[in-house]
């Protein structure tokens, strides 16, 4: 049976309906992942679901004794005490008495007058109110969840502190948990420790949102997408919701262009005047004021947002480099240690590793606005760089949108050519009524599209990106992509995102703590292929190691298992060709991995760069070649083994 049912709900603030006549079934143990535009009511949704937010209309049925929680999108800046204090407030009334109980039995004064009276009046409490039985629940999550009880809460990392408020929810035993951009300000261990947690461990329903596309290919088994109001259930893997979805928008385009066709008809024959007013074309009037109403109120598809960057002109060959650099934190904490790096013109750089290991510091190192505890920057000639900020403080939350951009001037220049400031924004999905509104009414998707469209005013040949992904819908952030992929400049980027590391960056920084920097040709999964034991060491949350290490280790037993499947699979019978062919290629594959290894330690060496431009771009479209055939190799040793 289902544990919740929407039928019919409306909600509007004014203008066109957020939520219309909108449909959704939730049934047990289900991971249903709500995805959609910015602003297309994801969230207030879920504060429907959750009961903070009233409908207009409608009904919502909750199975009998279902409970809901919701782990918030932001940490509260208000949540002080322990983590066993922060666990228990879930549970409101029995909480305050658990964590009463919690400090009682840790006075100095055990077993004093005052301690017995203090101590036999709260457990007749806790005995009223069934508190053995939440204090056990209690105990079981800190425990599951791998928390130091009796830490105190703002002195935990990011990370922990999420960890922590998703106990607080469990904590009630929820049938259905509510996760708003989970991932957001997670590092990619404690994302992997989460999607395992919610996958093995947690036995109820998940309703969340994310924009990590890893996370989500990983979790969700049911998508449903937010459009126009109206909610649609995609069953299946987020590639099928992509090709079905692109199917549907086909199939509408054409019915929306047929629609339009005859109306216009209709249109050219009732100003024919009297005949269309004779009695028998009546039903004709009719049917033509239905569809110019049903013309009115169509509800089109928010456009795509269009993001340029202008490249200016070419920085030097060398954009920055550095020799022996250190850095130290006044708590003698290193978080660079004699790290050599020369960045070139035209690289895509990707900064991994957990949260406070110091990916910001050095990219503001490199900018020039740290100074490193020692060692040698030498910067390289013409740069124009624009820094995207992950605390977004380029942008003053007491100013409007508008006046954010360029000092609030109606006309902005961007290369070359003068543009009205409304119609800049209206490209950043920005409508013209919001253009006044203040940056402290807009959402977390919106602040970054807006630090965007700042940034993107000036030309710009470096990009430093911090955190650029949080809060934008996976469309806008496919867009980003494909800006980034065409882009000629250089790119520097911090972020937790694995799948917008993998598509982007064509090497890796790799923080393994304690000031060890690992430099690495490749993405993040390349890297993780190669390291599969490694864990990104964490030194202020040493216990996601293990966690971390455990999923690859589920993983090699998964690859493990599909070897062995493939093995089965090559009994089938192939021709002689076909035999010879599959004989031979793991010579031939063999041949171009040491072709692959030698053309890499060329470009090794440290005079490779020394020489002209044609012969380094020579060895590496060679190098491309040859990666290319062992791609075609592999795939073709897939297919005769299947």
């Known amino acids: 049976m289902a544990l919740l049912q929407l039928q019919n709900i409306n909600l509007s603030f004014g203008g066109p309906a957020l939520l219309d006549q909108l449909n959704l079934t939730i049934e047990p143990r289900e991971r249903v992942c709500l995805i959609g535009r910015n602003g297309a009511g994801k969230s207030t949704l879920m504060k429907v679901i959750k009961g903070s937010i009233k409908a207009d209309s409608g009904e919502m049925i909750v199975e009998g004794g279902t409970v809901i929680t919701q782990l918030e999108q932001e940490v509260p800046k208000d949540v002080t005490g322990s983590v066993y204090d922060v666990v228990a407030s879930g549970l409101q009334v029995v909480g305050d008495l658990l964590t ?384 980034l992929l065409d882009y000629k400049g250089t790119v520097l980027i911090v972020s937790h995102d694995r799948a917008f590391i993998n598509n982007i960056v064509t090497s890796c920084l790799v923080f393994k703590g304690a000031g060890e920097i690992d430099e690495f040709l490749g993405s993040y999964d390349e890297w993780q292929k190669l390291n599969p034991s490694s864990g990104l060491a964490d030194e202020s949350n040493k216990g996601l190691v293990k966690d971390v290490k455990k999923q690859q280790t589920k993983q090699t037993q998964q690859t493990t298992a599909v070897v062995k499947t493939e093995t089965v699979a090559t009994e089938k019978k192939l021709s002689y060709l076909e035999q010879r062919e599959l004989e031979t290629l793991p010579k031939e594959i063999e041949t171009l991995e040491g072709e692959i290894e030698t053309l890499q330690e060329k470009m090794a060496d440290p005079d490779f760069f020394i020489q002209t431009h044609k012969k380094t771009a020579k060895i590496t479209k060679q190098l491309q070649a040859v990666e290319a055939q062992l791609v075609e190799k592999y795939e073709r040793w897939e297919i005769l083994e299947g």
């Open 100 to 483: 009463q109980y919690h400090h009682l039995n840790e006075r100095d004064d055990i077993g004093s007058d005052d301690w017995m009276e203090v101590m036999g009046s709260l457990q007749e409490k806790l005995e009223a109110n069934n508190g053995w039985h939440f204090q056990l629940n209690v105990d079981k999550v800190i425990s599951l969840l791998k928390l130091a009880p009796d830490v105190e809460f703002e002195k935990l990392s990011g990370g922990i502190k999420r960890r922590v408020l998703l106990a607080r929810a469990l904590v009630q035993e929820p049938d259905i948990l509510l996760l708003d951009e989970p991932t957001n300000h997670l590092d990619i261990n404690a994302i992997l420790w989460l999607e395992d947690f919610l996958k093995s461990s947690y036995k109820g329903a998940v309703i969340f949102i994310t924009h990590d596309r890893a996370f989500l290919r990983s979790l969700a088994t049911r998508i449903v997408e937010l459009d126009r109001g109206q909610a649609t259930s995609w069953p299946g893997d987020y590639e099928n919701f992509l090709r079905r979805k692109e199917e549907v928008l086909h199939a509408e385009a054409l019915e929306n262009k047929r629609f339009d066709k005859k109306l216009a008809q209709e249109e050219v024959w009732i100003r024919q005047g009297i005949k269309a007013r004779r009695t028998r074309n009546e039903g004709r009037v009719r049917a033509l004021e239905k569809m110019r109403k049903a013309h009115a109120n169509r509800r089109h598809q928010q456009g795509s947002a269009t993001l340029k960057v202008d490249a200016g002109e070419r920085t030097g060959k060398r954009v920055v480099e550095v020799e022996k650099l250190r850095y130290v934190l006044p708590n003698d904490r290193v978080l660079i240690d004699d790290l050599s790096l020369l960045i070139q013109r035209g690289d895509k750089i990707g900064l991994i590793g957990p949260n406070g290991v110091g990916k910001s510091t050095l990219l503001r190192v490199l900018l020039g606005e740290v100074e490193p505890t020692s060692g040698r920057l030498i910067e390289g000639t013409n740069l124009q760089v624009a820094y995207f900020d992950q605390l977004r403080s380029q942008l003053d939350e007491t100013k409007t949108v508008k006046d954010n951009l360029d000092n609030g001037a109606d006309r902005i220049t961007i290369n070359g050519h003068s543009k009205h400031v409304i119609s800049y924004l209206q490209d950043f999905l920005f409508t013209p009524q919001r253009v006044n509104s203040p940056v402290k009414s807009l959402s977390g998707g919106e602040r970054n599209r807006l630090l965007l469209a700042k940034l993107f005013i000036k030309p710009a040949n470096v990009l430093v990106l911090d955190e650029p992904t949080n809060d934008l819908d996976v469309e806008t952030l496919e867009l980003l992509e494909e800006l």
